[in-house]
Each structure stands twice: as C-alpha cells, then as structure tokens.
C-alpha cells in the first residue's frame, strides 16, 4: 500500500499563553449561543458511553435539541461499563504530592511524548470536577471509615489519585451518566435511539449535517439531520478480534466518517493491557480483563528456570523471579502497561511462561493475604476473584492468577483540535474514539477520565462557538442524504448477495490473528510488510466468499457482524501502513528494530514528534504531520527504572 | 460432550414461535455458554438457516444485555452468575438443555431470546436520577458519606438492568429492579432531597409498564447475577407509602 505526503496539519484552537490558562482563554473566546437560539439547535449524538452519555445530558441540560443513538438495547450498557479500576483525578485529598502540574506531567511523560500538551493540561484540569460531578450524581465511590473518598494507585504514578467503586468504577460512573441522560429524556431534550446502528455519515455543503442509521430491529435505513454530530463511539480494539472490548465494539461510525474526510490520527497506537485471562481454545470470542488495581496488591512472577511444570506452590521464593520488581525497582510491579506487557511477552518467549502453551505468568496475592489477611483482600478485589474463578475455575486466593497481555484501547481515533472537532467541520469526536490526550500510550484510570472531561465540559464548551454560525449553514442537501442512504443500502445488498461458505466471524478471527501476528505487542518492517499483502488477499476472500443468511428487513445479527469485519479490513491496513512508516517505537508501538540495549522501547524524537493524520484518498492514504512541541516536559527517555 | 438443546424460536412479535431442538457436538468444558451457542449459528448460518438471535455484549457479566431462561432458570442455575459468564464445565454429556427468552408481558419477544427491555428505561426516567446539571456540584469531600451508607448504596447499585428478576417473578413484578435505584440513591446525602418523589413516580411508572406486584416470593433475588438483597423492596415500600401519605 503507497501513502503520499500532504500538508502538515495544526491545531489552530488553543490559545497560546500560560498552560495554566489556555482553557479559561479558550472558554471566554468560545462564542455562545443564548437559550432561545439553542432550543432551536439540533445535534447528533452517536454513542452512550461516558463520552456520548455526558455529552448527550449535557447538551440536553444546555437546551440543544439532541438525538442520540446506540447499537445496544439500552444507553446504559454501552462497553464503558466494563471498566473497573478506576479514574484518575488530581484532587491531592491524601496530600501524597499530587497536583495537577503533576497528572499532567506523568500523563505526557506515561504517553511517551505524543500527545499535545495544551490538551493533556487541560485533562488534567478538568479531572478535579469530575469527581465532584459523579459523586453529586450519587456515583457510590469507595470510602473511608471517615467517609471521605479512597484511593489507590495506578500504573505509572507514584501518587494514590484513582479514585474507584470496588470493581465497578466503569458501571457507576456510567450509570451516572445513563440517569443524568435518562433525565434529559424524560425532560423531553433528548430523544434516544437504541439499537439503531450508525453507517453513514452525511456531509452536505463541507458540513457534517446528519447520520445514515439502520434501525436493529426493522432493518429500516433511516436519516437523521442536525446542526452538527458528535460520535462517541468508542474504541476499534476489535479489529483483533480478540480483546477486552465487548462484542459488538466496531470502528463503523469513525471509519465511515474517515471515508468521508475526518483525518485519522495515529491508528497503529494499540495498548496492550497486562493483566488479562489468557486465551483457553479456539472458541475463545473474547478476552477479560483483570483490572490493573491488582498490581498494587498482586506481585507478578514466572519461574526462574525454563520449562519448571512444578505447580507454583512447590517453587521456593528463590526459584522464581519477580521480574518486574527485578527490572524496575522504582515502579516495580506498577510500571505502564506497555512495559508490563512487553515484559510479559518477553519471558513467555525465553520460555519460561506458565500454563497452557507457555502463554501465561502469575499474578500473586499470597503475600498481599498474608499481609492485609483475606477479609480485606476480599473486600477490595473480591468481584474480580470471583470473575477470575467463574472463568477458569480456578481459585485465585488458594492459588495464583494466570495472566496474559491483550488487545485493550486505542489510543489513535479521529483527529480533532482542541475543540474537540475533526476536520469535517460540525463533526465533533470524543471520548475512545478521537485521539487527543493518550500520545503512545495510556496510563490506567485515564480514559474514563478522558471521556468524561470531554462529555461534561469540553465538548459543551467548545460546540457552541461552531453552532454559533448555525443561520448560516442553510438546508441539508438532498443529494448528499440520498447518496448516504444509497451507499448503505449498496453494501447490506452486496453482503446479503454474496452466498459464499464462510461466516463473517470466520474471516474476523482469521484477521485479528493476523493483525496480532504481525502488527501486535511488537512490529517489525517484515511482519507489517506480510501483513500488507495478506489483509488485501483476505479482504478480497471475503467479499467473494462470506455468507450472511437472512434479509435486512429483520433483526439479523450475521448482517451486522459481516458489516462490521468489512470496515475492520479498511482500518487494518491503514493501522499496518502507520505502524510501518513508524519507523520508531514509542509507548504501546514497539518496533524491534527501534530499542536500546535493556530491550526497551527507543523514540526518534528527531523524526518522529508528530501526530500522524491520515487522509483517505481514491489513490492511498494521505499523511498530514501534526508537529508535536513541548514547552513544559523535557522530552526525555522514559525510565520506570 | 455433546448435546441436546431444545431452543424457543419466534421469528417475529406477530408470529407465533416454538422450541426446537438442536444438535451440538465437541462442547468443550470451557467455553461460556455463549460461545456454544455461537459454534451452533456458525453451523446453521453456513446451512443457510437463521441463526439464533440472542442478545449479548460485554460478554464479562456487567452490562446487562445477554440473559435467557436456561432449564427454566433465569441465566441458568448457576448463583449469582450471567449467562455469558456461564460456562460449559457445569454440563455433562448427553444433558438436554432448554433455552428461552425471558417471558413478561413488559418485555415482548423481539426474536427468538430477544426481548424489548424499555420499560426498564422509562422507570429510570421517571425519577431513578439526582438532579444535577454538569457544573453544578459541590466540591466531593463538601459532604462526608458514612462507609455505612455508601456501602449499602454501592450494594444496591450493583444492579445490571438485566431483567432477570422479572422473569423469575411469578408476578412478573419489577421491584427489586425498581427497589435497587431507590436503595442506592435514596441511602446517600445527594440523593435525599428527591427521595420521596422518586419512590413514588418510580413506582407509579411501574405499575404503567404492566409490572406485577411483589409477593415476596425471594425468586427475583434468587436468580439475581449481583445477588441484589429482597431489603431493596422493602425500602422501596416504606419510601413510597412515605411518599403516598
Ligand atoms: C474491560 C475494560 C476495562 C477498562 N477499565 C478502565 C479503567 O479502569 N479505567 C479507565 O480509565 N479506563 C478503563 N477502560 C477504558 C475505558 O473504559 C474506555 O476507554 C471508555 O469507557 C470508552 O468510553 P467511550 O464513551 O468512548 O466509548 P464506549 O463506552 O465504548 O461507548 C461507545 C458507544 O457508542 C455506541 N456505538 C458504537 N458504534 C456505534 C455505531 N456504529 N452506531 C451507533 N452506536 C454505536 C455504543 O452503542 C456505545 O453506546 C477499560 C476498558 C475495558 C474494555
Ligand atoms: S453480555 Fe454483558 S452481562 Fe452478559
């Protein structure tokens, strides 16, 4: 696949100054849009998420007229859900030295230096309301016998600022935003859509105006118009097919909107999470997290020698190795997941994992149940033991867990500027599914953070200066509806026509071992260069030999899924072709022939400060460079040493 | 193993459906009960037939969406777990399963295992909420919640909206899912103010649903994922004869 050079692209909407007051600035520059002008505002909000959920209400409690739609039967189960460790916020309630000078730096520094930093410092900034916003939406948060709010740590910070809810931080904070949502719909504010999946996005006149939606149920292709659209639409972790993500987590609504002009920012950038369930058969449809929370209390270890089949009790202390104590005294067994994960990878290969295959290492409470005794172990982490055992039934208090690393966030999505907008205008992207605030890699706890700031404040703040002009957008162009609908109505047809004798799932499955093969924990220019030949072949395979049973004027579930891998075959290539012209490796982009002589990951500063956006075009991808500058954070090597 | 599953299969809300049985061989202990249903659609979406159509998402037992009547259990007999997070080493060979949708009159059959959950929406909207528009909060530490309190909200607010409770219910009654955001939200400071008025539109609106009444039957409980306590109900009723008076 070839790529050209375009114009290099910037940020033209954070102000320059002070870091500290670059989004007071912003905010007072934002024009606004009084409340009898916004009733008679409409926006699209795709997604239910912390992201699309927040944004909905908001917008809703703002006076906007606000449409919103999900794929799931109800908003309240979008896949923020799953989330359960925690959320960063630099409140400092335990004094430990945090501030938000320091959630910045360590979010910036933990990003590998590729992401902006007007945006993380602002991230950081809103962080502190969030909390305030969740626990006075009745969000149950941990406490103290006090009553005060706990917390603990998370990967890459030497402070305690992830505030949780047992294991459920992802659920509660959700279900705040779902009931903040619900109440805008009661309020009449809001009108929802469940189970409406978006396929096409409608540009009319250079401006986003609408969303193509096939209704779930009926199959009815329906259009939806507005003053502008958001797509909250979370993470594309499914183009492995396997990862923590849930089932029908898809890159639909972006992709399409990348067809359509978004730029698309640095799609190689996968987090691979440490602490997983490892893969059990071939029948596997997915892989569960344990939280990351465990790493404060769990120690993680392999043994010394290859090939020791003795079960972990029977190894002494002093034949196994602590390795992440061993390798990184100062974070020890909380080092990002990047490194985590690598370092995982790495004993498994020299041979001395555990489990089936060899693909697994221990995560140990033994020491943490001796120490704090099983009651409070229990009490912190006893719906993940439970989770664990329900799985592999196994008991992880009278033995260790087995882990391995998988597919878990994205950090790349669609390009936006500070305010939050593509570069389709009126198209605004939050929460997982733009790229802004994680660079390389992501640090535990931030992206419900992340998708939160964008939902209650960013995005709230910043879409009125754009809807501010709105008199003047005149009417939707109809052509430009019927062209979307056309298109839709052209791909289900083509899936339903093929009658091939492979299922949909089939050719996933087949991709994501590719994508993990070739483009996963660690990439070099001869893996992604296979992967380039093989994703075209399979593709082509598909669209002569997938079969989908059924018609579109049902609920059909194979229908959904064929459509679904079809997009995912696109964004591989694209994830496969940035990762190539990476040459460097950074955060969660590994590339072997870019490390030092410990084995870790070596950046490019010189080459490689830049987003990468890219463009679609009829003749290849077009990459715009985004420069990246650091004013505040030294450009350093990360050292968790 | 092998297996038998006898599966209830309604192509429409108009049409009538029935059970059929279905064949799948080399289920292998491991799998969720999920991904054996998933290996019988690969096979009958290569014969060309319709695949069964069930709901499911997160697959880890916390979003709520998958859930059907196994053996006449809801999510199976399994305590206090989903359906996806069953798993397939609680089987033995030979064994015949039967799988329905959850049955409620609240909840049509959209097809096949897939039911219309809405109405669980609009309790919500009737009042399962704490009115605070985004900007509006206090600083978090303004209002100390004792761990007591919070606790008991966190129990009650474990709820995942799947329904089970429902299907369980010989009154076809939603009050434990109903009794649960009224414990949750009613057990904190924050959520005081529009205690009363919440229990009473709350249960107003499931009453309109068509949701029968409680008769403390403990079913609803019994087949509940988060072993969400009958206590949430009993709330419920003295916050809303409160309310009522
Ligand atoms: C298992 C797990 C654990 C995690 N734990 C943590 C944690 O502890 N801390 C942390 O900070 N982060 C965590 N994360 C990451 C974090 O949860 C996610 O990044 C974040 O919740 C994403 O939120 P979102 O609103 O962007 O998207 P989502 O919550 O994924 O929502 C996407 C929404 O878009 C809708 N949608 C998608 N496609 C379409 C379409 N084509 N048409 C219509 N609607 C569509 C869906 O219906 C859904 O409503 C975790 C992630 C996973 C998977
Ligand atoms: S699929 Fe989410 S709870 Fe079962």
Redesign the pocket.
């Known amino acids: 696949m070839k790529y050209r050079e375009g114009e290099p692209i910037r940020d033209t909407k954070a102000p320059e100054g002070p870091i500290e007051e670059r989004w007071e600035k912003r905010k007072f520059a934002a024009r606004l849009v009084n409340p009898a002008n916004k009733r008679k505002l409409s926006v699209i909000v ?8 927040s944004a909905a209400a908001t917008l809703g409690e703002l006076g906007y007229q606000v449409t919103s ?4 039967d109800s ?1 309240r ?12 916020a630099a409140k400092n309630y335990r004094g430990d030295g945090d501030s938000i000078y320091r959630l910045f730096y360590d979010t910036v520094k933990g990003g590998d230096f590729r992401a902006r930093e007007s945006n993380v410092y602002r991230l950081a900034q809103v962080s502190v309301n969030i909390i305030d916003q969740a626990v006075a939406q009745g969000v149950p948060f941990a406490r103290e016998y006090g009553g005060l709010l706990d917390t603990r740590s998370f990967g890459g910070a030497q402070v305690s600022r992830t505030f ?1 809810a047992r294991g459920q ?2 659920q509660q904070l ?1 279900l705040g935003a779902y009931q903040a949502l619900e109440r805008q719909i009661a309020a009449g504010t809001v009108t929802m859509h469940a189970r ?4 096409e996005l409608i540009v009319s006149d250079g401006r986003a105006r609408g969303v193509v ?1 096939r209704d779930m149920v009926t199959g009815e292709i329906e259009s939806h118009l507005a003053d502008a659209v958001v797509l ?4 594309y ?1 499914n183009v492995f097919f396997l ?4 089932k ?3 890159t ?2 972006i992709w399409r909107a990348h067809r359509k002009g978004a730029l698309f920012a640095n799609p190689c950038y996968t987090q691979i ?1 440490p602490t997983c369930i490892p893969v059990s058969g071939e029948y596997q449809s997915k892989l ?2 344990m ?3 465990l790493r404060n209390d769990g120690r993680v270890w392999v043994p010394l020698r290859k090939g020791d089949t003795r079960p972990p009790a029977a190894i002494p202390d002093d034949e196994r190795d602590y390795y992440l104590e061993r390798i990184y005294p100062a974070f020890g067994n909380l080092v990002p997941r990047d490194i985590a994960s690598r370092a995982a990878k790495n004993v498994c290969d020299e041979g001395r994992g555990v489990g089936p295959g060899g693909l697994g290492v221990y995560l140990d409470f033994a020491d943490a149940i001796t120490r704090l005794g099983r009651e409070a172990v229990e009490e912190k982490y006893g719906n993940l033991f439970e989770m664990y055992e329900r799985i592999t039934g196994e008991d992880p208090y009278a033995q260790p867990m087995r882990i391995y690393p998988a597919v ?2 994205t950090m790349g999505g669609l390009w936006v500027d500070y305010d939050l907008q593509s570069t389709v205008p009126g198209l605004f992207v ?4 733009n790229f802004s605030d994680h660079g390389a890699n ?1 640090l ?8 939160l700031a964008d ?1 209650y404040f960013v995005l709230p703040a910043t879409i009125g200066d754009y809807l501010a002009d709105a008199r003047d957008f005149g009417p939707v162009n109809e052509v430009s509806v019927a062209e979307a609908e056309i298109a839709v109505r052209d791909r289900i047809h083509r899936l339903l026509s093929v009658d091939g004798d492979r299922t949909a799932d089939s050719y996933h499955r087949e991709l994501g071992k590719l994508m993990w093969d070739y483009c996963g924990m660690e990439r070099t220019e001869a893996s992604l260069t296979k992967a380039l030949e093989r994703i075209p072949e399979l593709r082509e395979e598909f669209w002569r030999k997938v079969k989908v049973s059924g018609t579109n004027e049902e609920l059909n579930q194979a229908l959904e899924r064929a459509g679904r891998v079809a997009d995912f075959f696109d964004l591989a290539e694209l994830m496969c072709l940035d990762a190539l012209h990476r040459t460097e490796s950074c955060g969660g982009h590994f590339r072997a022939e870019s490390q030092d002589a410990d084995g870790e990951a070596l950046r490019d500063d010189e080459h490689f400060a830049y987003v990468a956006a890219w463009e679609h075009a009829p003749e290849g991808p077009v990459l715009h460079r985004e420069d990246l500058a650091y004013e505040y954070v030294t450009m350093s090597q990360r050292s968790y040493k | 193993m092998n297996l038998t599953l006898k599966i209830w299969r309604q192509h429409s809300p108009d049409e009538p459906g029935q059970m059929v049985k279905y064949h799948v061989k080399d289920v292998s202990p491991d799998m969720s009960f999920l991904e054996m249903l998933d290996v019988l659609n690969e096979g009958l979406i290569l014969a060309g037939d319709d695949p069964v159509a069930f709901d499911h998402d ?1 697959r ?1 037992g916390i979003c709520g969406m998958c859930g059907m009547v196994i053996n006449g259990v809801a999510h199976g007999e399994q305590k206090a777990t989903t359906t996806c997070q069953l798993h397939m080493r609680h089987f033995k060979d030979g064994d015949v399963v039967t799988i329905e949708p959850w049955r409620a009159a609240p909840f049509p059959v959209i097809k096949d295992l897939v039911v219309d959950r809405s109405a669980f929406d609009r309790i919500i909207q009737a009042g399962g909420f704490v009115s605070v528009p985004a900007g509006a909060a206090p600083d978090a530490h303004a209002v100390p919640v004792p761990k007591g309190d919070a606790d008991d909200a966190f129990d009650a607010a474990t709820c995942i909206g799947c329904g089970a409770c429902v299907a369980a219910c010989p009154n076809g009654s939603a009050s434990l899912f109903t009794g649960a955001k009224i414990t949750h939200l009613g057990s904190l400071p924050q959520g005081r103010p529009e205690r009363a008025s919440r229990a009473k539109t709350m249960v107003e609106q499931m009453d309109l649903e068509g949701f029968g009444g409680c008769t403390n039957t403990g079913e609803c409980t019994a087949v509940c994922p988060k072993g969400i306590s009958l206590d949430v109900i009993a709330r419920m009723n003295a916050d809303f004869l409160k309310a009522s008076r």
């Open positions: 795709v997604g239910t998420g912390l992201a699309g959920g739609f999900c794929y799931q908003p189960r979008a896949h923020s859900i799953a989330a359960q460790g925690g959320i960063n949780y931080t992802g959700l409406h999946e978006m396929l939606v909250a639409t979370g993470g972790g990862s923590t993500n849930a029908g987590c898809n639909t609504a999470h569960t997290l939280s990351e929370s878990h966030y939050v929460g997982e599914a992501r535990g706890a931030s992206a419900l953070m992340q998708g939902g | 997160c880890e």
